[in-house]
């Protein structure tokens, strides 16, 4: 089973529209979660972190429901500069690396 | 912003050869990284390193692969002899003094490497 799966897409929005994605995790004893974002031959970068409260950063919101083992992120008003490929990342109690999801990716149409 | 560092951006290599990849990680950070990433598929974690030795690694990250610190700026990865299946992005990350469980990491603009 993988540590972290996640919906490949790809999603293809028009300019303005909100989006979703999901993300779940197996292991219960995970403790830190992340959205990290990743354009095409670039490296990951850190995107938000999700709390357990859920938080808002701008026109992104991430949610967490540990006893679902669920993590989303929400964007509105989707803009061109938003299409990438969105990771969803884990980390666990005691271990010292992170496990990415295989990422969706989203395409944002003018 | 302080940035984490990777030399060369593309190295070809002749399969079974031995290669070096670069890392100059944030300056005042503790802990470092290598992943990994074939083309078309997810991230996948090889090694961490704190205080001078290996703390984890994965199955990925077997006899071939090895890992070193030989100043107080350099990071490097070794492949010892390269197979077709080593071809891919090589990411060097790191983090400050708390570990990758409770902050998010600094990735490099990575390596790409194709083996022939």
């Known amino acids: 089973r993988k540590e972290v799966e996640q919906d490949p897409g790809p999603f293809n929005v028009p300019e303005g529209a909100t989006v979703a994605f999901n993300c779940t995790y197996s292991n219960s004893a995970s403790q830190s979660f992340f959205w990290y974002r990743q354009d095409c031959r670039k490296e990951p970068k850190l995107l938000m972190s999700?709390?357990?409260s859920g938080n808002e950063d701008g026109r992104f919101t991430a949610q967490l429901n540990r006893a679902s083992q669920y993590i989303s992120l929400l964007i509105r008003d989707s803009k061109l500069s938003d299409s990438a490929t969105y990771l969803c990342?884990?980390?666990?109690?005691?271990?010292?690396?992170?496990?990415f999801g295989t990422g969706t990716r989203l395409t944002v149409i003018p | 912003e302080p940035e984490v560092t990777q030399t060369p951006s593309h190295q070809v290599t002749q399969m079974g050869q031995e290669v070096i990849l670069r890392c100059v990680p944030i300056s005042n950070h503790l802990y470092f990284y290598w992943y990994r990433q074939i083309l078309g598929q997810k991230v996948e974690f090889l090694v961490s390193f704190y205080n001078n030795e290996i703390s984890e690694k994965s199955e990925i990250f077997d006899d071939q692969f090895s890992v070193e610190r030989p100043d107080g700026s350099n990071f490097t990865l070794k492949i010892r002899s390269t197979k077709l299946e080593d071809s891919a992005m090589y990411f060097c990350a790191s983090i400050g003094d708390r570990g990758a469980s409770n902050s998010p990491l600094h990735f490099g603009n990575g390596t790409r490497l194709t083996v022939t």
């Open positions: 999700v709390y357990s």
């Open positions: 990342v884990v980390t666990q109690t005691g271990a010292n690396n992170l496990f």
